[in-house]
């Protein structure tokens, strides 16, 4: 992908999230049933990097059930961070930082916290990045950044399985860009929440291309499912460990 097009595609979702941060937290306070199924495996004592990690959400979720490890949450999102930093007050236990980052940044990971972790978890995140190049690059680091032994944790959308949201997709000319300059699988949803229209750039995997992703950054697939929306099916989840 043009590294034009790249840019312009990213802008789409900064934009997104800049303008309807509000509306959009407010649809974002219930633990996803994929995600649910994952919290007893994390343990209460560990350590998780959470990447994109929105208002908060998982480290609510953490917090009630007594997590008692460390736990850093990083989003683009200012409006977000602050307000995953509200939402979530002051737990009892455990030590939780929120930090803003960017993926498209090179070296991002260089202003997190030293140290490695046990989990980093990373949902409905990786389809919002543009391009084959910047997917890999991100994955790459996510392998830097977890212990020997520790685990990556991704979902992506599957919104071709909601009818409502294949009502959604918007034609590339709603933003001037031309689709023969995209990857195959890139398409611009809506977003409605009573407000203007608000748009959003996604790519498109399945299980196979997500799986590819995996092993080119050096992991293999430990386990992988479908889960959320009302058909069960909104989201594909997947394991990773790195490929001793």
Not at 53 to 76: I, K, W
Not at 142 to 148: E, Y
Not at 174 to 202: M, S
């Amino acid at each position: 992908m043009d590294a034009r097009i790249q840019s312009r595609l990213l802008r789409i979702n900064q934009n997104f999230y800049d303008q309807y941060s509000s509306s959009f937290s407010c649809t974002r306070n219930q633990v996803q049933p994929g995600i649910h199924r994952l919290i007893p495996r994390f343990g209460s004592n560990t350590s998780i990097l959470d990447v994109g990690c929105g208002n908060g959400t998982l480290a609510r979720a953490l917090a009630a059930q007594g997590f008692s490890g460390h736990y850093v949450g990083v989003d683009m999102s200012i409006d977000l961070l602050t307000k995953a930093r509200e939402l979530l007050g002051t737990p009892e236990n455990g030590h939780y930082t929120f930090q803003q980052v960017d993926l498209a940044s090179p070296n991002w990971h260089n202003a997190l916290p030293p140290g490695q972790y046990d989990w980093l978890v990373s949902f409905a995140v990786l389809h919002h990045l543009p391009s084959d190049d910047l997917r890999l690059q991100t994955v790459l680091t996510f392998n830097k950044l977890i212990k020997p032994g520790g685990f990556v944790v991704v979902s992506v959308w599957q919104w071709h399985n909601s009818p409502r949201l294949r009502q959604r997709v918007q034609p590339w000319s709603t933003v001037g860009i031309n689709p023969e300059e995209l990857d195959a699988g890139d398409v611009l949803l809506d977003w409605r929440a009573d407000e203007t229209p608000g748009l959003r750039y996604v790519h498109t995997f399945d299980e196979a291309s997500l799986s590819n992703l995996a092993t080119r950054a050096g992991f293999k697939v430990c386990e992988g499912f479908l889960s959320d929306g009302k058909s069960g099916d909104l989201a594909l989840y997947q394991i990773w460990q790195l490929d001793q």
